[in-house]
């Protein structure tokens, strides 16, 4: 056999660690972003491990981003859920940023649901809304498959016509309508941070077509496509991007909107997985 690269050795490592805490296979792996841990409090958990008790995986060092994974289900569904992330910018490369994401596809998930705070482009949009993500922008940051690539992965050059997957998106619409839970969609274009942009910078990103912006999940979205998985993913739409609002931006607003967006995130989250649960991957 192939000598196993860098990153496949880690990956094997991080899941052979989790195997000797935990027997389980996800149907659905989920990220919660800043400010929207509050969902996992639906899982009945079966295990927790803090990102700190895993050697050598990268844990997170902004406030507001406690950092474990919870194994869980919700009703019978079996959730692998991180309970906040690591990002580029905290100075982990990328792939230690889609390490947990490459575990969990490891582990079995099939479908990767993917949740972010995010700053609003979009005219239309409120602090507090919730968007779901149709398409991305990568191009600001650096791509996490550059470097050897591991045919175990995926493929070299991989296809990114329909990252968020239809039917997917479709159980997101369906199950906001049912809840009555307004739903915007939108493009979604993720820049490194941590300094938040400039409003020429936000007047660049609208002329791309973005309608929200933040400092994650499309590098994890692009490494669970290589490996396969169905995605998805949800903005909480935390504030207005830089100069639409004529405040300057904090941290602490951005935690506070995701509080206040937190019940109809959780029923929306809830109910769609469900809805995942009864299908086949
Ligand atoms: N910009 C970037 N990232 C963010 C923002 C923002 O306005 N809000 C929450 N995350």
């Not at 309970?83 to 905290?90: I, L, M, Q, S, T």
């Not at 809840?179 to 936000?202: D, F, H, K, M």
């Not at 791309?208 to 400092?215: E, F, K, Q, R, Y």
């Not at 994650?216 to 490494?223: F, L, P, R």
């Amino acid at each position: 056999m192939d000598k196993l690269t860098e990153v496949e050795k880690k990956v094997s490592d991080t899941l052979l660690l989790v195997k000797k805490r935990v027997t389980f296979s996800p149907k659905v792996a989920l990220v919660l972003g800043s400010g929207l841990g509050c969902f996992a409090d639906q899982l009945r958990i079966a295990e927790e491990i803090p990102y700190a008790e895993l050697e050598g995986f990268p844990t997170s060092t902004v406030a507001g981003h406690a950092g474990k994974f919870i194994f869980g289900y919700l009703d019978d569904v079996p959730v692998a859920c991180m309970k906040g992330r690591v990002h580029y910018y905290e100075g982990y490369s990328m792939n230690d940023v889609c390490l947990p994401v490459r575990v969990m596809a490891r582990m079995g998930a099939k479908v990767l649901f993917l949740t972010n705070a995010a700053g609003g482009l979009n005219e239309s949009f409120q602090a507090g809304d919730l968007m779901m993500i149709r398409d991305h922008v990568s191009i600001f940051v650096p791509n996490p498959l550059i470097g050897p690539n591991p045919e175990s992965f995926g493929t070299r050059f991989s296809d990114m016509s329909q990252v968020y997957n239809l039917e997917l998106q479709e159980i997101l619409k369906n199950t906001a309508r049912e809840l009555e839970i307004p739903l915007r969609e939108g493009v979604y274009t993720q820049l490194t941070g941590p300094s938040y942009e400039s409003p020429a910078e936000i007047r660049l990103l609208r002329s791309l077509g973005t309608d929200a912006v933040g400092m994650s999940t499309v590098v994890e979205a692009i490494a669970a496509n290589h490996a396969g998985m169905k995605i998805c993913g949800i903005s909480c739409i935390s504030n207005l991007a830089a100069g639409m609002s004529g405040k300057p931006l904090n941290h602490k607003e951005v935690q506070e909107a995701a509080d206040s967006a937190a019940k109809k995130f959780t029923a929306l989250v809830a109910g769609a997985i469900k809805e995942m649960g009864r299908r086949d991957w």
